[in-house]
């Protein structure tokens, strides 16, 4: 990706609504926190400039820990 131009905010949400969001047989970390992040992105070899934005939470399965991508608009 190039000459991507981001806002990226990180807040704190009530954990029971986080989790909610969470598919089985994920789990919420149970921190509440929510990456959520708009901007302009550009792919030179894909569509161009594109606009895109989306929520990522903390998950865990099993013993691994990762990131579960809620929403993603483009």
């Known amino acids: 990706m190039e000459d991507a131009k981001l806002v990226i905010v990180r807040y704190e949400a009530d954990p ?31 569509p161009g400039a594109y606009l895109e934005g989306g929520l990522i939470v903390g998950v865990k399965y099993k013993d691994q820990v990762s990131t579960h ?3 993603l608009l483009t």
């Open 69 to 71: 991508t809620v929403a």
């Open 16 to 46: 029971a609504v986080v989790a909610d969001l969470v598919p089985e047989p994920l789990q919420p970390l149970g921190n509440g926190v929510v990456t959520a992040f708009v901007g302009e992105m550009w792919q030179s070899c894909g």
